[in-house]
């Protein structure tokens, strides 16, 4: 099992940048993949980007590519959201996840993926 904290969030301008960080406890955070989802009032929580359990691959939604990068750092069981170039419309509260299965090829539906984070509240002004 592993319990996920998010900080990082808070209030930052159009254009702005801000970084998320997620930090892990319990066991081995090199043995999870991982991914942060963000939920914006009213909408379905959606997938934002996704990185292998060794950091060697990654994966985007469109609407961040280019703007968003996903990190992690195993010795120190953490995993990082930054973005830059932010828009209003990247408002949301953003999760970190965590996924325990050995393979994933469904990275970014939240089904495939055991534990979260409480959340950290992302809101870019225009």
Request: with cysteine; proline share 2%; hydrophobic share 35%.
């Amino acid at each position: 099992q592993v319990h996920l904290v998010e900080s990082g969030g808070g209030l930052v301008q159009a254009g702005g940048s801000m970084r998320l960080s997620c930090a892990a406890s319990g066991r081995a955070f090199s043995d999870y993949f991982m991914a942060w989802f963000r939920q914006a009032p009213g909408k379905e929580r959606e997938f934002v980007a996704y990185i292998s359990w060794t950091g060697s691959s990654t994966y985007y939604t469109d609407s961040v590519k280019g703007r968003f990068t996903v990190s992690r750092d195993n010795p120190k069981n953490t995993m990082y959201l930054q973005m830059s170039s932010l828009k209003p419309e990247d408002t949301a509260v953003y999760y970190c996840a965590a996924g325990a299965k050995t393979f994933t090829s469904t990275f970014r539906f939240t089904g495939e993926y055991d534990y979260w984070g409480q959340g950290t509240q992302v809101t870019v002004s225009s």
